[in-house]
């Protein structure tokens, strides 16, 4: 870059073959330079999974014959994408991606099932949700009240139903529980989370065709394949709850992108790539089984995943400390959403710009924008003076630890959704404002919905941030190793970063290069697979818009 | 919850509909307020807790003190080791970092074509994602022993492997907030210079950089305060042995372990002082430190990058 010599006289072009040399130099500097960046992380992440792969300890013919089957196929059919078809390569990958991505959420919903709401609990929860909802509905039709009568009668309902008051009046949800009869685990599951997700594909596939039958052959498709698993799970080898949230979770997203990608008719050659990837690993275990090759030694398998911490490092895992970074997820997407959202929808929409409000406004803005840039570790100190020292709670639960990452993460998602909701046309505003509605009536039916991808694209991202934050747990005490896996919100528990940053500190090299490296695997996973969904979700909106 | 998206609701009596829209209203205001209440938890608390700590040591001793033990008994508690190591920290990552992520967005703004860009910035966004606990991993893990291999006679916890790797860390900051200031000048700029034969690498430094510097500036000063705010890099690689910067031999301080503001804060709250002491509350002292840092730097940053704003808009 020597660009030092004076050029304010100098006629710009009276340098000419130098200056192309220069150019190019220039150019091929800056290339070198961004992808200098990327490499050392490639680098560093070829490391993280050799370490936690250890493809050494494998036969040869192992590798063979994965590549014969699996990766050969797969870069024959990206290749071809590339060269001929790239819109069923974004199908392809897509088609590749959702089930991954759905099966990680699945295990997440299987832990929340498994740890927070038992299904028991979850029929109770909604049982009970679904009588005040009538009760509401009924009052309404009967008597058309005030608002204020309304209120009050919402709260009674609510407390009746799913709050109730300790010692005084059981609420509905806690007289369920106490049924001396209720429905197999599964069953209740059928019928409290499967049948609301069936209904929900029915009406957004009715509103996709405009088919009353299509939806509810969406519908009743979404509740049979789950009562299948009665049968069908045990066959194959699984549980029936296992079976009904694979199918729900996996099974409809994926069966409606299918179904969408065949009868658009666009790219579907795109979908060839999962079924050889699904057809290739299905022979190469036959072949790897018949013929005896000995696969890796891997440190990221089944039992990893499953066990908690260990002093030997074979047996060490991560389950606690995934269960602890689920929870942790729940509370802080209930914390920040709602009022990073609130927020951002006043700020662009009721936010005054003039007088002494207005300024209030604009320091608010200001100050969101200065908070994004606080360091973690001071939101860890916050936590650590507000909740604890100040609000009394336990150090290290799973609510002290969620509500330090939602303050942290309140910025990037005000920010975001911010950028979401003026991003709606002003004329879609006036249209509503025309027909008479109210402010809030705009805000709810017009601009929301337009906004929430984009909306959802931020917070998924934010929430990726705080899966991985260390310092704020740290700071608000939480413990380095928990071998059992929290119950409830006040629970002491570990997430994944801490987990990492607790085996980082044994200094072994077994840990180094085995345990952690498959933590960190892990961990980099779950963050690849938000991500990818956010920036798939953005890119499909903006081309819309 | 109806599926009716707007009622035409004429009977029901306005005070009702005006009541729920004040309350909207009230509780969307209530969330905004949120925020400032935040700054001001964070100032409040933080400030309560060092006067706390100023109670029990001198100010004068903390902010000129050359020392750094942490004990429960008589400890010694001087900021500036840690002030130098963050110091030391920041000018290495910022070496890293600022030439990399300058020339990334000059390739992204001036040269890329689509399909490169619709490759690199995707790329260097997930480089953003990754957990800083994951880089201290690879710093520690993976790039100290290979300063070993090469020759550098660092130990096994050294600021100089932390500090490359926070500045890798940081490269994406730079890269794309100096990548929409440049992109935010405008063509008919661009197009003066090449009708006056400028070539392309002329444009670009001549015209562009100067024209969007401001941008560039801003990115420079958010990614310096990031990089001092910085925790687990450094806790992770770079040690937990407060030392003096040396200025007599200024390479040793980066081959050796040292310990930033940030790990000194860590080292406070995960070793066991008993709460009450004057190590436990030197903690919300150095935050105090560090939030003033921080804040003041990102405010000047968010100056410098509204004026770049206004010139183009």
């Known amino acids: 870059m020597a660009t030092t010599d004076d050029s304010a006289g100098a006629w710009f072009g009276s340098d000419g073959q130098v200056s192309q040399l220069r150019g190019l130099l220039f150019k091929a500097g800056c290339l070198g330079a961004t992808l200098l960046a990327l490499f050392l992380v490639f680098v560093f992440l070829v490391y993280v999974a050799v370490d936690a792969i250890e493809p050494g300890t494998a036969d040869p013919a192992w590798w063979a014959t994965v590549a014969a089957t699996v990766a050969v196929p797969a870069v024959a059919l990206a290749a071809y994408y590339y060269r001929y078809d790239p819109r069923a390569g974004e199908v392809a990958y897509t ?19 498994r740890h927070i709401v038992s299904p028991h609990e979850w029929l109770a929860l909604v049982v009970a949700a679904l009588v005040a909802y009538g009760a509401l509905e009924v009052h309404d039709r009967v008597r058309r009240a005030g608002a204020f009568e309304r209120a009050a009668i919402g709260a009674i309902v609510l407390v009746v139903t799913i709050v109730g008051l300790p010692g005084l009046v059981p609420s509905l949800r806690s007289l369920i529980l106490s049924l001396p009869v209720l429905p197999m685990a599964p069953l209740s599951l059928l019928g409290t989370f499967v049948v609301p997700v069936a209904l929900a594909v029915g009406w957004y596939v009715r509103r996709e065709r405009e088919s009353e039958r299509a ?31 694979l199918t729900t979770v996996v099974g409809v997203p994926v069966g409606l992108y299918v179904e969408r990608v065949l009868s658009g008719g666009e790219g579907v050659s795109g979908l060839a790539l999962p079924v050889a990837l699904a057809a290739g690993v299905v022979v190469c275990a036959v072949v790897v089984e ?19 911490h260990n002093r030997t490092p074979r047996e060490a895992g991560i389950y606690p400390a995934l269960v602890g970074s689920v929870m942790m997820i729940i509370v802080v997407a209930l914390a920040a959403f709602p009022v990073g959202v609130g927020a951002a929808i006043y700020l662009e929409e009721y936010a005054p710009t003039g007088g002494l409000l207005g300024s209030f406004v ?29 609000g009394g709670l336990q150090p290290g639960i799973v609510i002290v630890g969620g509500l330090t990452v939602a303050l942290l993460i309140l910025p990037i998602v005000i920010v975001s959704a911010q950028e979401a909701i003026r991003a709606v046309p002003d004329s879609q505003r006036q249209a509503a404002y025309g027909m008479g509605a109210t402010r809030w009536q705009t805000v709810r039916t ?27 747990l740290l700071m608000v005490g939480v413990a380095a190793v928990v071998r059992i896996s929290p119950t409830s919100f006040f629970g002491l528990f570990s997430a994944m970063p801490r987990q990492l940053y607790s085996w980082a500190q044994l200094a072994k090299p077994d840990f180094y290069h085995g345990v952690l490296a498959a933590g960190v695997l892990v961990l980099l996973i779950v963050l690849l697979m938000m991500n990818g969904t956010a920036i798939l979700l953005r890119n499909k909106y903006q081309r819309r818009d | 919850m109806s599926d009716t998206p707007i009622e035409a609701d004429l009977t029901r009596s306005a005070n009702g509909r005006i009541a729920k829209e004040r309350l909207y209203h009230g509780l969307l205001f209530c969330c905004a307020a949120l925020t400032v209440f935040v700054t001001v938890g964070i100032v409040a608390t933080l400030a309560i807790d060092a006067l706390e700590f100023f109670g029990r040591v001198d100010p004068y001793a903390f902010f000129t003190g050359t020392e750094w033990v942490l004990r429960s008994e ?58 800083t606990v994951v880089y201290g991993f690879f710093a520690l893990v993976y790039l100290t022993p290979w300063l070993q291999q090469i020759g550098l006679g660092v130990s096994l916890f050294n600021l100089l492997s932390a500090s490359i790797m926070v500045g890798i860390m940081i490269i994406p900051m730079v890269s794309s907030i100096s990548e929409d200031a440049m992109s935010a000048v405008p063509d008919s700029l661009r197009q003066a210079g090449y009708g006056l034969g400028a070539t392309k690498f002329e444009v670009s430094t001549k015209i562009v950089i100067p024209a969007s510097i401001s941008g560039i500036f801003s990115s420079y000063i958010l990614a310096l305060s990031r990089a001092i705010g910085e925790t ?14 040396d200025p007599s031999q200024p390479f040793a301080n980066l081959l050796n372990s040292g310990q930033t503001m940030t790990a000194a804060m860590v080292q406070a709250v995960t070793t066991d002082l008993s709460g009450g002491t004057a190590g436990y509350y030197s903690m919300f002292a150095i935050g105090l430190t560090l939030f003033a840092i921080t804040f003041s730097m990102n405010l000047l940053s968010n100056r410098i990058a509204a004026r770049y704003r206004e010139e183009y808009q």
């Open chain 1, 95 to 113: 088609a590749v991606g959702l089930p991954i991505a759905a099966t990680l959420l699945a295990g997440g919903v299987g832990i929340v099932f």
């Open chain 1, 215 to 245: 939806g509810l052959i969406a519908g009743g498709a979404t509740v049979a394949a789950a009562a299948l698993g009665a049968v069908a799970g045990p066959v194959a080898g699984v549980s029936w709850t296992t079976w009904l949230i």
């Open chain 1, 290 to 308: 018949t013929a005896g090759f000995t696969g890796p030694d891997v440190w990221l398998d089944w039992e990893f995943l499953t066990n908690a």
């Open chain 1, 362 to 390: 604009e320091l608010v803005e200001i100050n969101i924008a200065n908070l994004a840039g606080v360091p973690s570790v001071v939101y860890g100190l916050l936590g650590l003076a507000l909740f604890i020292n100040a």
């Open chain 1, 446 to 472: 017009v601009v929301l919905p337009r906004a929430m991808p984009g909306i959802l694209t931020g917070t998924i991202l934010a929430l990726g941030r705080a899966i991985g934050e260390t310092a704020p």
């Open chain 2, 74 to 131: 008589n400890p010694i508690l001087g900021i500036l080791p840690l002030l130098s190591a963050t110091l030391v920290v920041t000018v290495v990552s910022a070496l890293v970092a600022i030439p990399i992520g300058t020339a990334a967005a000059v390739y992204l703004s001036e040269y890329a074509s689509d399909r490169m860009r619709s490759v690199l910035k995707p790329a260097l966004e997930i480089l953003a994602g990754i957990p």
């Open chain 2, 232 to 245: 687990m890099i450094v806790v992770v690689a770079g040690g937990s042995r407060a030392r003096m910067f």
